[in-house]
């Protein structure tokens, strides 16, 4: 059996072909959903996923005659994708999702239907302004909390931490279910702030290249003694009065921000935390490592914490368990 799994973000697609489990071919195309809020169409979005699907299929010699599942997860299930399914509401685990998936033909992206993997959302009531800080979404992440649980023999408790863009931290309950999530725009700011502001001259535009532990925790710390604001403006400081490295610079900037999701975190509404929660950290590298070290030196934390080394792709991983609890594999 062949199968083809999709995950296609804000700004990019991936799509993977597999004989079993046994990774063929990876094809990444830099078309997302944000392709479609800004023309208000899905024809670049539906070009750019059929387009890397077809090439996907072409790089692993897939038989025109062969049985091919095709499983998708992220942002192509919203109102600016491709396949439009409502969230499911928390709390939602591998039962609850797999039940969920909702097989429908595109065949302008695949010769069979395709199995969409839906989001979950935190609860149902109506969002005021005054308890809008209780609610918050995932398309995408649910697919990855999965792959963590199912792959890394992880059982909740848990809070699993997605560095990102927009970077997640899911909530397991003790019955390994999504409880919840909340979301920030870090890597974004990270991404602005770095680029876009007066500290594009201190930083050379440059993010962190590796973790410089000393600086970043610093940068943390001032975050939680003056704010996210003061202490980006110290990075110019040290800049025009310091013999600090471009890198420790950078550093100082990554725990500001980091500092800052992690505040978020330990007070938020949309779900409850305690210290003794096991944490589990995703993601690249240098975000993946950044978090464990706050996390880590941060006295608030006191309970376990795992850095995921994965041997494939989360979204990956996550897509196998739900097709084969739903029996589609």
């Not at 091919?68 to 439009?84: D, K």
């Not at 009065?241 to 949309?270: C, M, P, W, Y």
Request: charged share 15%; with cysteine; net charge negative.
């Amino acid at each position: 059996m062949y199968i083809i799994t999709i995950d296609t973000g804000t700004t990019n697609t991936r799509v993977c072909a597999w004989q079993g489990e046994q990774q063929l071919a990876e094809i990444a195309s830099p078309t997302g959903v944000r392709d479609t809020a800004i023309t208000g169409s899905t024809a670049a979005l539906m070009k750019g996923v059929s387009q890397a699907v077809q090439e996907a299929i072409i790089q692993a010699a897939i038989p025109a005659d062969a049985r091919v599942v095709y499983l998708a997860s992220g942002m192509i299930t919203s109102n600016v994708g491709l396949c439009e399914i409502p969230h499911l509401l928390a709390p939602a685990g591998l039962n609850e999702l797999a039940q969920g998936m909702v097989s429908v033909p595109l065949p302008e992206v695949a010769a069979s239907p395709i199995w969409f993997v839906p989001g979950v959302r935190n609860h149902n009531s109506v969002i005021t302004l005054e308890n809008a800080e209780q609610m918050d979404m995932m398309r995408g992440e649910e697919t990855e909390a999965i792959g963590v649980l199912e792959s890394l023999g992880i059982h909740g408790p848990a809070l699993i931490v997605l560095p990102g863009s927009h970077s997640k931290f899911v909530k397991i309950d003790a019955d390994d279910r999504i409880e919840g999530c909340v979301t920030t725009i870090g890597g974004e700011l990270l991404d602005v702030i770095t680029r876009h502001t007066i500290l594009a001259n201190a930083l050379h535009q440059q993010f962190a290249q590796e973790i410089e532990t000393p600086a970043l925790l610093q940068g943390a710390s001032q975050c939680l003694k003056t704010g996210l604001s003061r202490t980006c403006f110290s990075v110019r400081v040290l800049d025009m009065f310091s013999d600090l490295t471009l890198n420790q610079k950078a550093n100082v900037l990554l725990g500001a921000i980091l500092q800052d999701d992690l505040q978020a975190v330990k007070h938020s509404e949309a779900f409850t935390v305690t210290p003794e929660t096991h944490v589990v950290v995703c993601g690249k590298d240098t975000l993946k490592f950044a978090f464990a070290a706050l996390i880590e030196n941060d006295p608030w934390f006191s309970g376990k914490v795992t850095v995921a080394t994965p041997h494939r792709s989360l979204s990956s991983s996550g897509l196998f368990s739900l097709a084969r609890c739903r029996q589609i594999i």
